[in-house]
């Protein structure tokens, strides 16, 4: 989740499966988010590695961390539809609400990436936690820079549990790699709503988005609903 406290995006009440969760001011902190032992600290914009890597592996929620339930849903860009990988882990549909209003990104509190990357971290005194060994990650060479770039509009999709595939997808020349839920074939996908719109980029091609056509065509046809 993108910083929240300085980027602020509209409040929103809490779902009462994350009433347990740890807060950091007064909003959850996401299972998947980098942070210390007290997980009360997090690191925001930032993911764990492991945890990322674990809720895929067990079918976790991002926000929460629990089992997922069916249906579940993914937040979706029109990139990720066009490699067919959500790299994003998946949601319980009400901790993905709870994600869309306070994440700046998704709410549309937000037009660029992350424009001040984190190169240091703040160290704490507790022995046992990790954060000693935090390290700013190395872009590879294939990976797209994303730190200040406009952001993209994304998109819910809701997934049969049925439908879970964690899939792999190499980098070529123009894709880097990736690693996440399957997108394919595109009828896994049940309902899908648009979350927030592209922000303005005057320096960048217009593409075709082909989430929008896909819930045009779906309207078309009466099909817009069927998870």
């Known amino acids: 989740m993108t910083d929240p406290a300085n980027n602020p995006a509209p409040k929103a009440g809490i779902p009462a499966r994350l009433h347990t969760s740890p807060l950091s001011a007064g909003m959850v902190v996401p299972f998947v988010t980098l942070?210390?032992?007290?997980?009360t600290r997090p690191i925001w914009g930032k993911l764990d590695p492991a945890r990322v890597q674990k809720a895929f592996k067990d079918r976790l929620c991002q926000i929460c961390g629990d089992p997922l339930g069916d249906p579940f849903v993914v937040y979706i860009r029109p990139y990720d539809f066009r490699t067919g990988v959500a790299v994003e882990a998946g949601l319980h549909p009400d901790c993905g609400q709870y994600s869309t209003a306070v994440c700046p990104m998704l709410a549309g509190a937000m037009d660029r990436h992350n424009p001040n990357p984190l190169t240091e971290f703040r160290r704490c005194n507790d022995p046992a936690c990790t954060c000693a060994l935090w390290r700013a990650a190395e872009r590879d060479a294939g990976d797209p820079v994303r730190e200040g770039t406009p952001a993209e509009a994304w998109y819910?999709?809701?997934?049969?549990?049925?439908?879970?595939?964690?899939?792999?997808?190499?980098?070529?020349?123009?894709?880097?790699?990736?690693?996440?839920?399957?997108?394919?074939?595109?009828?896994?996908?049940?309902?899908?709503?648009?979350?927030?719109?592209?922000?303005?980029?005057?320096d960048s091609e217009r593409h075709i988005d082909p989430l929008a056509m896909t819930m045009a065509v779906r309207e078309f046809f009466g099909l817009g609903e069927h998870h």
């Open 35 to 39: 942070a210390h032992t007290d997980r």
């Open 156 to 202: 819910e999709a809701s997934i049969s549990l049925a439908d879970y595939k964690i899939v792999t997808n190499p980098s070529d020349q123009h894709d880097a790699p990736a690693v996440g839920i399957s997108l394919r074939p595109p009828t896994r996908i049940g309902r899908l709503r648009k979350i927030r719109d592209a922000a303005p980029d005057p």
